[in-house]
């Protein structure tokens, strides 16, 4: 999971929920347009090839998340911006 919502709302101890980009190694999402984003393997700690699934944005209590892999470099986020973008119709 990517976590996407703003910081300032993570930090909230009694806000249980947070907002999320699902992560997938599947194959065969790759080809499902601008939504889906390439992250490379090392890429914030991620152990292979990714893809960030931007059309399935859903929130997560944070008890679920088990540990933080890293932080996305600057150009991927905007990678990622760019697909919920797209996800929601804003450009």
């Given at each position: 999971m990517l976590v996407v919502s703003h910081d300032a709302f993570n930090e909230v101890e009694s806000?249980?929920?947070?907002?999320?980009v699902?992560?997938?190694?599947s194959?065969?999402?790759?080809?499902?347009?601008p939504t889906v984003i390439?992250?490379?393997a090392g890429a914030a700690g991620l152990a292979r090839d990714s893809v960030a699934l931007c059309h399935q944005v859903t929130t997560?209590?944070?008890a679920k998340l088990?540990?933080?892999l890293g932080t996305l470099a600057e150009n991927l986020l905007?990678?990622?911006?760019?697909?919920?973008?797209?996800?929601?119709?804003?450009?």
């Open positions: 806000w249980r929920s947070v907002i999320v699902p992560i997938s190694t194959t065969s999402q790759r080809r499902r347009g390439p992250l490379p997560l209590d944070r088990a540990s933080r905007e990678k990622v911006a760019a697909g919920l973008n797209h996800a929601q119709d804003l450009l």
